[in-house]
Structures are given as C-alpha cells and as structure tokens.
C-alpha cells in the first residue's frame, strides 16, 4: 500500500512512511508477543487471571492496528483525485477487515469491535461526501459489516460446539489412553501384517522390556512361541476371537510362562478388519502352585510316601495298560496289629514315630518296580506292577514277600527305652486281566486283609467267597437296623440238669435269627455284627426281657425253675440305661430275681469289670445271679476268682472235649471245681456229649450241673415247655 500511493506522489511522503512505520512497528510488537506467548505459556498452564491479563493486551493492541489501518481513509482518501485508486483504498480497509474478522471470530467482542475501527473512520468519510454514490457505497460498507458479523457469529457458534465436541474426544480420548496404559493387564494392538502397533505399561513390565526399547512395529512372526502366532493370524483370517491357554517361550526373555491369551478382531467404523487386539493374564503362579498343592495332596506328610489319591491316580493307568492283558500285579494290604494300644498307651507323637519306621522299613524291602503308599491310619498299600505271568506264580511270590515283610517287621524296634515288636495282618489281591476298577481292588485287598486279622494269619489271598462273606456282612449290617428284626428274632433253650444229670433245673436261652431269605442264622454269623454297629444294646435288651417272660409263663404253670441264664456282651452295660430298663423288665413280670441268671465270657468280663463291677454288683444285690462263661479259655487265672461277686462258673467245652483221652485235662478241671467250689461257684460243664464224660465229671463234682448234646439239643419254647408237664401252680 506504502509503496502504491509512493507512486501516485500526491500524498506527502512524511504523513505516508509516518503511518507505514506505526502500523509495521505495531504489527512487530504484536509478533513478539505472539512468540512470547509461544515460548513461555501452554494452554494447560494458564490460569484465569494469566489468561485475562494476555488477552487484554492482544484486544489493546489488535484495537490499535485496527484504528491505525481505519485513519488510512482520511489520511490518504482526500489526496487521491482518481476514483479508482479511492475505490482501490477502501477495499484494502474492507479486505483487511475481512481477513480479521475470519482470524478474530472465536471472540465476538474483539472481532466486532476491530470491523468497527477499521470501518467507522472510511464511513464517516464517506459521509461527508456530497455524492449518492458514496452514500450508496456507506450502505454497502455497513451491509458487509453486518453480514461479516453475523457470518462470525455463526462460526463462533460452530467453532464452539466443534471446539466443545473435540474436548469431549480429547477427554474420551485421554480417558481411553489413560485406561490402556493403567491397566494391569497386558494389552498390545496389531495390524494386519502382524506387526504392533501400541502396547501398554503392563506389557513392558511383564516382558521385562528395557524402557529405550521400542516395540512398534515389531513384526509378530519373528516370535519364538508359533502357538501365538497361528493365533493371532486366524483371528486375521476367520475375524473371531481366539483363545490360548497353556506354555509360553518369550522372544524378549530366556523365561517361560503359564499364559491365558486372547485375541480379538479389530474393525473399523465401515465394518472393515484393521488389525486385532491381543491380552493375556499370567498364570505361572497359578499353575505351578496348582503343580505344588497336587503335590501336596498326593503325598502322606507324616511319612513322606505316597498317598490313597496317589494310589488311585497310580493303579487305575496300570488295569488300563495293554501290559496288563498279559500280565498280573500284586497288591498288598497291610494293617498294623495292635497298634492302638501303641498311640493309647505312649502317646500319638509316639505312634507316629513308629508309622515312619515302619515306612522307612518297607520302602527298604520292596521290589525295584514296586512303590508303597499309605493307605490311612496303620494301613499301608505296597504295589508291585507286572510282576507275574501266571496266578500260581503270582501266589508264590506274593506269600514270599508277605513273609518277607512280616519277618523284618518282627525284629525289635527300639525307640527310646522301648522295645517294640510289630506284626503287620496283610490282604492279598493278584491283579488280572479281568479287574479294571482300582477302587474295586482296594476293596477287595481290604476284605482280604481282615480275612487273615479275622484269622490271626500272617497273609490271605483275595477270594470270590470272602467277597460274598463282605456283602452278607454289610446285608447283614443293614437289617439289624429294621423294625422288623424282633419279630424275626427267636430264643431257643438248652437244659441244665443236676442231680447226677437226671433232674431238669433250667437252661440257657440262647437266640436264633429266622431271616426271610437268608434262613435260620446262628448268633456266631451276626452278634459280633451286633456288637460292632451298637445294635447289641436293642437285641439284649429284648433276649432278657423275652426270658423274664418265659419265667413268668413258667411260674404260672407250675413249672418253677431254678434259673434260666443269657449273654450278654460287656459293652452292654456300659449304656445308661443298662440297670433301670433290667430293673423294670424284673418288675414288669414279677419273677423272683435269682431265677435270671446272666452269663458273660472270661475275656470280656476281664477286660471290662473294673468298669462295670458297680453295675455288676447293683444288679447282683437284687438276686439277680452272674455266671463267667467260658472258663479257662481266657486269662485262666484262678486267683481272681475271690474278689467275683459271682454266683456260676462254666467250664469251657474245649476242656470237656478232651477230659477222657486227656489227663491233664482231667486234671485241670479236677483243680477248676475244687478251687471255684472252695469260693461258692456252682459248677457247670457245658458242651458234654459222651456218656463218658459226664461219668467222668460226676466223679469229679456230683453236684455238677451239667449241659451238652447228651442230653438235649437247643430247642424252640414250645418243645422246651413240652419238657415240663404244666402243674398246678
């Protein structure tokens, strides 16, 4: 513009370089602040008293541009004769406030207020022209100003909202970068091509990657684990997620790692796949602390073997191998004897010292392709896996080791001051080809087991009949739990006679169980069944209410007898309710008390009457008589018979057996009767058979009371009742 009306050479030159000076001067001075601003403020940075203050003095200095580039029109207007070059002059105003308007309009006020500077000066001039074209051209200049103000206006609006959106995606934008660096889990992004395009914080951290290095645009198919690769490039090929779970061979690190890794496709806003986006949690600890607690639960912690769930886990793989259609395995189930007496008397740490001896001492004994397991408790489990072709052979050698183990388990153990001998009874199962269930063959190695404990036996091989004895024991087990059991139950009844074994004074009840479908079962095949479950208490409570009743029918009859005895099992008395249930079953039938005589074996009645003798003697201050049945067969120590406040002694019939061929026998009892005689006993000889030996017994003791075959075998009521015609009573 200088330079244009330099040229014309109409306006003075003073007025003219004065103003270009100013207005460059000040377009300097606004240069400089904008670097300044640059150099020294981020938006970030500003607070609002900073921000006032700048644009302050950007509006002060933008107003004195305009207002020095508006003063052109008076200054330079009335020394231009050509219309054109006056014409020329405003449209430079108008061009420059144009180009302001569009720079200025994020702020209305300023944008507003520089069109008015730049304008105002040239329309007042305008003004005072005479000429209507000059008024024409104010209106013009006025519509521009107003039209470039609302045009302003409206992208200031624009400007807004977009300049609000993009903040909004910058927010959305920084919340989602912050989320994908922040979070714990590693994340990485790739292209097409397989290469990284962003990973995050969690993913260096895992893979231990140094912070100069730079992983963008690292190719995917140079990793060492091609299981990831094959991933990630299906889920390019098939557009669906995929998952990976297992060993992990890190590129950037020596290490291996558990990983759990998904992959997932990657679209674009048009549908179009850009890439994908793999994460991965890491499950080494997870795994191998899994590994250890597996390890843990397989093994014994007390002595360090194996355990059942290692044996499980060991022998169902061994039914199921090829091998094993040719060949045979042996199982041995071992049970520690009288090991309880053992953790009772010394101690439980004690007991466990002996448990780990004997471990130590199996795992010493053992085959090279055997392994010893700890079953639970004293029970310990030794395979020995294809050790045999045949079952005779598998016999030979599984009753050697048997004897092996029991004969190494026999030599003293000596811990501490003490010195122990321990026996083991063992169960035997030959593994063939048939058995494929290894819960099975334990079971069946534990049945033989308590065959040779059963047995007192050092072994006993695995057979068909033991395992049907098992299921009659556990049926057995069931139905003494039924109602119905007492109308199933009978008593039968074996005389007593005295008076050189010609007059009836009494009998034995003893019970019989007529089942539905098994028959007429004996005492022997379910009391100890009885005994163990608790059922005893139930059963002997009915057997002496049963023979109070058969006293009582007697009585009325007129068939007065001396007594009727029944067993009873130690453990009975040991219920609360032992004395007053036996004391109103007496009651209940109003027999006379000495009538009810109750047998208990010699081994129970010892291992039991300091327990029980106050019982014993509470029931025997009614009249109620004791009997010690089984004489001899247990501790046969005559000296205890002094302190028994008891009223009979059964000799045993193990004894009358051999009375006749045998004289010391004869001797024997010739010495029980004495002695028990001298202390009060009434003397019964149970199980005489012979003519024979009930003269020998008589001469021994004519007062001898006497029961066996002989005379009479155990009989139903109604045949023992025909034995005594009623009389009157």
């Known amino acids: 513009m200088t330079v244009l009306l330099t040229d014309i050479g109409t306006i003075p030159h003073g007025i003219l370089y004065t103003w270009s000076l100013l207005l460059i001067g000040m377009t300097g001075y606004r240069l400089g602040d904008v670097l300044a601003y640059q150099k020294h403020f981020t938006f970030a940075r500003l607070n609002r008293s900073q921000a006032y203050r700048l644009y302050r003095k950007f509006f002060i200095t933008a107003m004195l541009t305009a207002l020095m580039v508006g003063i052109s029109v008076p200054l330079f207007a009335p020394y231009l004769q050509d219309t054109y070059l006056k014409f020329s002059l405003f449209t430079y105003i108008i061009g420059i406030t144009a180009g302001a308007m569009a720079a200025l309009f994020p702020s209305l006020r300023l944008a507003a207020s520089y069109a008015t500077l730049t304008t105002l000066p040239m329309i007042l001039y305008l003004f005072r022209l005479s000429d209507h074209y000059a008024l024409l ?23 807004r909202e977009v300049y609000g959106h993009r903040n909004q995606l910058l927010e959305k ?47 995917l198919n140079q990793l060492r684990h091609k299981e990831s690769v094959n991933m990630m490039r299906s889920v390019l090929d098939t557009g669906q997620t995929k998952e990976y779970n297992g060993l992990y061979l890190s590129t950037f690190t020596p290490q291996e790692y558990w990983l759990q890794a998904k992959a997932a496709p990657l679209f674009n806003a048009d549908g179009h796949l850009i890439g994908g986006v793999t994460s991965f949690q890491d499950k080494t600890i997870e795994i191998k602390s899994i590994e250890h607690l597996e390890e843990l639960a397989s093994l014994d912690p007390l002595t360090n073997l194996r355990n059942r769930r290692s044996l499980l886990q060991r022998l169902q793989p061994v039914v199921e191998n090829q091998v094993h259609s040719s060949k045979r395995s042996l199982l041995y189930f071992l049970d520690l004897n009288q090991f309880k007496p053992i953790n009772d008397t010394l101690g439980h740490p004690f007991g466990d010292r002996v ?41 030979t050698i599984g009753a050697r080791f048997a004897k092996a183990i029991n004969h190494a388990m026999k030599g003293e153990l000596l811990f501490e001051n003490y010195h122990l001998k321990i026996s083991a009874s063992i169960g035997i199962v030959i593994v063939t080809p048939q058995m494929d269930d290894a819960n099975e063959i334990i079971r069946l190695a534990d049945i033989s087991m308590y065959r040779a404990k059963s047995r007192k036996q050092e072994y006993a091989f695995y057979d068909s009949e033991m395992d049907a004895q098992q299921r009659k024991r556990f049926f057995l087990h069931q139905e003494l739990n039924r109602e119905e059991l007492f109308s199933q139950l009978e008593l039968y009844y074996q005389p007593f006679y005295t008076r050189k074994c010609q007059q009836l004074i009494g009998a034995e009840a003893l019970l019989r169980w007529r089942h539905p479908t098994l028959g ?21 409570r009915w057997v ?24 009873i099992d130690a453990r009975e008395m040991g219920y609360e309710d032992f004395v007053p249930t036996l ?25 039991n009457f300091e ?17 010690i049945d089984d004489f001899g067969t247990g501790y046969s120590s005559l000296s205890y018979l002094e302190g028994l406040p008891f009223s009979l002694l059964k000799i045993d019939r193990s004894f009358i057996t051999g009375i006749i061929e045998n004289p010391n026998t004869s001797f024997l009892v010739t010495h029980i009767v004495e002695i028990a005689s001298h202390f009060g006993y009434s003397i019964i000889a149970e199980g005489i058979e012979t003519r024979e030996q009930m003269k020998k017994l008589l001469e021994i003791c004519p007062e001898i009371i006497c029961q066996g075959y002989y005379f009479k075998h155990p009989m139903p009521q109604e045949d023992f009742f025909a034995l005594l015609p009623a ?3």
């Not at 007429?520 to 002997?540: M, N, T, W």
Request: aromatic fraction near 10%; glycine fraction near 4%.
């Open 727 to 729: 009389k009157e009573g």
């Open 583 to 607: 004391e109103q079953t007496l009651k209940s039938y109003n027999i006379d008390p000495t009538q009810l005589v109750i047998e208990i074996t010699e081994t129970t009645l010892m291992d």
């Open 173 to 219: 934008e920084g919340e989602l970068l912050a989320l994908f660096e922040q979070t714990p889990i590693p994340i990485f992004y790739f292209d097409t091509n397989l290469k990284i395009q962003k990973y995050n914080q969690a993913f260096k951290d895992f893979f231990e990657i140094p912070p100069h290095t730079k992983l963008e645009g690292f190719d």
């Open 137 to 159: 051209y104010v209106g013009i200049v006025i519509l521009f100003i107003i039209v470039i103000t609302l045009i302003a206006q409206t992208t200031h609006r624009y400007m």
């Open 611 to 627: 327990l029980f003798h106050s019982k014993i003697n509470q029931v025997k201050d009614w009249g109620v008589r004791w009997a």
């Open 355 to 395: 448990l780990k001896e004997v471990a130590d001492l199996l795992k010493t004994l053992v085959p090279e392709n055997a392994e010893v397991f700890r079953h639970g408790g004293d029970e310990f489990v030794i395979l020995h896996t294809d050790c045999c072709q045949t079952d005779t052979e598998a016999k």
């Open 544 to 567: 002496r209410a049963e023979v109070c009743k058969t006293l009582d029918e007697l009585n009325k009859r007129g068939n007065r007898l001396s007594f009727i005895s029944t067993n």
């Open 520 to 540: 007429f079962l004996s005492p022997a095949e379910f009391i100890p069944l009885a005994v163990e479950s608790g059922e005893i208490h139930r059963i002997g």
